[in-house]
C-alpha cells in the first residue's frame, strides 16, 4: 500500500534550518510528485511547493521563495523539503503529500503522517 | 493568490442530516478544486479531486459539484464518523490555496 513515512519531530533556534525527509513506498516514487504542505495551530493547510520526482522540477509559492528547497533521492523513494531563517512563525506541523501528474500535480491523494517543527529560543 | 472563501466556518447537523458546504473562487479555476477531511490530530484525507470525483473508497454519502466559480460539497446523509474539519482546495494557480475550513460537529 502507498505509505509517506516523514522524519521525527524538530525542534530549532530562530534563524536556523530545518531538513526534513518524506520516504514513500508502495508505488513507482518517479512517477508522481511529492508535495510539502505546512499546518500552524489552528490554521488552514498552507501549501509551499512540490518537486516532479521523476526529473526533479520544483515550482514553490512566491511566500516561502529563498527560503524554501525541495529535492529528491530517487534511489532511496525519499523527499527533502529544507526551510532556513526559521522564525517563530514557521512553528508548525509539515506534511507530505503525493499528487499524480496530469500535465501538472493534481489532487494530494496519499499523505504523511506529519512532521511537527517548533521554533523557538 | 486566488483566494478560497468556504462558508460556514462551523456547522452543527443531526445524524442523517443533508449538509453542504460551498466554496468560491476569487477567479476562474476551471474544474481544479479538491475536496478534504481532516480529523484532529491527523492529516488531511482526499474525499473530492477535480470538482466531482469520488476519491476511490470514499463512501457514496460525499459529493462535490461545480458552477462557475461556486463550488459545494454535499453530505447526503451524516454520520458520527463524519466530524471533522473540511477543506476546499485549488490548483489551478500556484500558489495551491485552501479555503479557511468548515468544522461540522454533531447535534
Known amino acids: 500500500q502507498v505509505q509517506l513515512v516523514q522524519s521525527g519531530a524538530e525542534v530549532k533556534k530562530p534563524g536556523a534550518s530545518v531538513r526534513l525527509s518524506c520516504k514513500a513506498s508502495?508505488?513507482?516514487?518517479?512517477?508522481?510528485?511529492v508535495n510539502w504542505v505546512r499546518q500552524a495551530p489552528g490554521q488552514r493547510p498552507e501549501w509551499m511547493g512540490w518537486?516532479?520526482?521523476?526529473?526533479?522540477?520544483?515550482q514553490y509559492s512566491q511566500r516561502f521563495q529563498g527560503r524554501v528547497t525541495i529535492t529528491r533521492d530517487t534511489s532511496a523513494s525519499t523527499a527533502y523539503m529544507e526551510l532556513s531563517s526559521l522564525r517563530s512563525e514557521d512553528t508548525a506541523i509539515y506534511y507530505c503529500?503525493?499528487?499524480?501528474?496530469?500535465?501538472?500535480?493534481?489532487?494530494?491523494?496519499?499523505w504523511g503522517q506529519g512532521t511537527l517543527v517548533t521554533v523557538s529560543s | 493568490d486566488i483566494q478560497m472563501t468556504q462558508s460556514p466556518s462551523s456547522l452543527s447537523a443531526s445524524v442523517g442530516d443533508r449538509v453542504t458546504i460551498t466554496c468560491q473562487a476569487s477567479?476562474?479555476?476551471?474544474?481544479?478544486l479538491n475536496w478534504y477531511q481532516q480529523k484532529p490530530g491527523k492529516a488531511p484525507k482526499l474525499l473530492i479531486y477535480?470538482?466531482?470525483n469520488l476519491e476511490t473508497g470514499v463512501p457514496s454519502r460525499f459529493s462535490g459539484s461545480a458552477s462557475g466559480t461556486d463550488f459545494t460539497f454535499t453530505i447526503s446523509s451524516l454520520q458520527p464518523e463524519d466530524i471533522a474539519t473540511y477543506y476546499c482546495?485549488?490548483?489551478?494557480?500556484?500558489?495551491?490555496?485552501f479555503g479557511q475550513g468548515t468544522k461540522l460537529q454533531i447535534k
Open positions: 503529500a503525493r499528487a499524480p501528474i496530469v500535465v501538472i500535480p493534481s489532487a494530494m491523494d496519499h
Open positions: 508502495g508505488y513507482s516514487f518517479s512517477d508522481y510528485a
Open positions: 518537486i516532479n520526482a521523476g526529473h526533479g522540477h520544483t
Open positions: 477567479q476562474d479555476i476551471s474544474n481544479f
Open positions: 477535480d470538482a466531482s
Open positions: 482546495q485549488q490548483y489551478h494557480n500556484v500558489p495551491y490555496t
